[in-house]
């Protein structure tokens, strides 16, 4: 214990150890709206960082790796009846350690925000997380060895900026499935809130970086040229051993789904309002929102009468959801701070649809909707530029256009104004072009 203590003490652990920390710490807190969803969202985050994070481990594993390069003892150290391993294994232990812990660190920042809105714990995420802060532990021991074994003052920076370019090309390259295996931020893009990672995946990367980390020590701890050529064989094993259990479906590579986390919570009276569990803590926030929206539709025959999170996800393209008339199924969007993005558009946005859930086979008249659904909510249309999320441009023509369709609504008796907006709904429910329901 005094041993590593002394390497704590004067070794670069205690810095690098730091150093990542303070890294992986700014670059959370500078987006919070990016891991604000939830414990997944936050593990997803920190593995993209990775990028940044895997990268200075192996850096920081190489300088110290040229420390007895530096000093001119390696000759001298060498002549001592210790081991190898014996002589080098503190060192191991502190850089490995300390930088590993560090990753836990940056998690634990996060989570310190995440856990009082989260509304659930994904039990991968403790997997997902331990084997990142492994990985990063591996690289360490791979600095090690290749500071050892090239001792030249670049050899460090040099591997910090091979590490970001192998980080990232390894996470987008094709097949996919060597991608899941070679990069530890591969399967970080967030495209659902219940996706997950899957354990195959996990464990793939595992066997990976162990054996990246062992190959580093075996160059670390042997000398001469043939044992140092045959330190490769364990990264050659490790790689055909995680290829083997990786699994090859591009949906469980991409963007695998949590099923507890996409479970539906709902409100215990009507109208009944659900989400998906990983979003449940905005549920009391979005029900009585989704209600205004849906007591405006109710002008209308035949509406819906529950509004559901969206929960299709392309991947599953070939097993879509039954449509059901009754539901309306909407995006619900979390801010940067945990909570209801958007609160304000909820119910435009269910008038908006008019009550039919989407679809681009269909012809649909973006000004007549517009305009149909304007009158139902009392005043007159307005660009969905700034009113509904993403939008961020459209044509000036087509809100005109809607304008004037609205304003011959107006005009009418309220029982022939409505008959026509029922008809602009029945046409889209049919696959029908609206375009002219509204002229006569």
Known sequence: ???????????????????????????????????????????????????????????????????????????????????????????????????????????????????????????????????????????????????????????????????????????????????????????????????????????????????????????LVTRGRFARATAVLPALLGLGVAAAIVPRDEGTLIAPVDPVARELVCTDDAPRVCVTRVNANVLDTLAPLARDGLGVLAKLPGTPTQVHEDRQVWAESDNLPVPDDDILTITVGIDEHGGLAHPASVATRIVLSLGVDGTAECPRNGAVERAAAYYLLGREPVSDVGVIPGMISEEPEMNAEAVALWRGLRDLPAAAATSRVAAVRAAILQCRDSTGLLDR
């Open 1 to 219: 214990m005094s041993v590593l203590g002394i390497e704590l003490r004067r070794s670069a652990a205690i810095g690098a150890a730091l150093l990542a920390l303070v890294v992986g710490v700014a670059a959370l807190y500078l987006a919070p709206g990016r891991w604000s969803q939830g414990w997944m969202s936050l593990t997803l985050t920190t593995k993209e960082y990775l990028l940044l994070l895997w990268p200075l481990a192996l850096a920081a594993g190489a300088w110290q790796g040229r420390r007895e390069h530096r000093a001119r003892v390696g000759e001298l150290f060498d002549t001592t009846p210790r081991s190898p391993l014996r002589r080098m294994l503190p060192v191991l232990v502190a850089m490995g350690a300390t930088v590993g812990l560090s990753y836990l660190l940056v998690v634990v920042a996060g989570g310190v925000r995440v856990a009082p809105i989260a509304a659930y714990f994904p039990p991968d995420v403790v997997a997902i997380v331990l084997v990142d802060a492994f990985s990063l532990s591996a690289a360490c021991c791979l600095g090690l060895g290749l500071g050892r074994l090239l001792p030249a003052l670049v050899t460090a920076p040099a591997l910090a900026v091979t590490g970001v370019l192998l980080v990232f090309f390894t996470a987008v390259m094709r097949p996919d499935w060597l991608g899941a295996v070679l990069s530890p931020a591969y399967g970080s893009s967030q495209f659902y809130p219940f996706q997950t990672v899957d354990p195959r995946v996990t464990g793939a990367l595992a066997i990976w970086m162990g054996a990246l980390g062992l190959t580093g020590v075996l160059l």
